[in-house]
């Protein structure tokens, strides 16, 4: 990247697969941008919606596995318009403590009640049901949020656990995938395909479409039922303008071209174990990811900041994570892993860590 006129590294962005400057999309978009023009022009609803986005909501739905997929114009306006279309004053939502802000957000706009469960820790969530169950009638809707991967830790969450108890207690589980989509399972189906899991076990699945796929928006997958509701019921979809259909083609040539060109996923993968290989035998302070989301935690703000700048005089951005994006005393350098970095790439950061870490 060039910033400031320097020209840095980059390993702090989410494309992950690094479609984002791909010859082959940027022709599509610029060739759908002469056939459709630059925007959309209304709702979804109205008519915002063209061939490309019926013909992209059927690609995803039957990429991810599911009968339906409904687009959105971005991930946040997803997840909120999912709580409240689905939930309403006296229903329940449990979420994860280290959720992402926009299913924190649904879930207080939606007029549930709100309960919020140990990081990944599925017994917590049973006693939560375990006290509802208690209290109130069972009738009532549950929902139950989770992140795929924790977007700070870059853990995955314990999705067959979860789908499990979720059944035994007759609650919907919705899994937002926006950082394992494209990037996990073999063929970079997401979390689902990485624990073998389908549509009984997590019957709402939601994803992003602005990381590892390349370009922007998001969309929700589930049956046709879950889907007519959404249309009907969530106003983020309703009220307000369709994503432009140069956006909605450029994702299905970067949607074909993950199906067909296995090395992006490759790469990544390989980077990935690199990184992390090149860490342990340096003794390098990184968590337990197995993921694109490599984080580094020095605990102090200030630290944190200075060993950011220090790297980005070195030649490399890394951006500082602080409260309260992420808890007090974890403050850290969220490093994120690309297809397009190089082991070079790689060698270069680490020995910067090294020296700036060591100090």
Known sequence: MKVDDRDVISFCSNDYLGLANHPQIKQATIKAINDFGVG???????????IVHHQLEEELAEFSGYPRALLFSTGYMANLGLCQALTAKGDYIFEDKLNHASLID???????????YLHNDVSSLKQKFDKTHKDNNQDTNKLVLTDGVFSMDGDIANL??????????????MVDDAHGFGTLGETGKGCLQH???????VPIYMATLGKAIGTAGAFIAGSDELI????QQARTYIYTTAMPAAIAEATRYSLNIIQ???????????????????????ELPIENSETAIQPMIIGDDKAALQISQDLFESGFLVTAIRPPTVPEGTSRLRITLSAKHTHDHIDQLINALRELTSQ
């Open 106 to 116: 649904g879930g207080l706009i939606s007029g549930a009640k709100m309960q919020r």
């Open 195 to 201: 624990f073998s899991l389908g549509q009984k076990d």
């Open 160 to 173: 067959p656990k979860l789908s499990t108890l979720c059944k035994k207690n007759n609650s919907w589980l």
């Open 260 to 282: 067909n060109e296995s090395r992006h996923l490759n790469n990544l993968n390989n980077n990935i174990a690199y990184f992390k290989s090149c860490c342990t035998e340096l």
């Open 228 to 231: 007519e509701t959404i249309i």
């Open 40 to 50: 959309s022009g209304s709702a979804h609803l109205v008519n915002g919606h063209s």
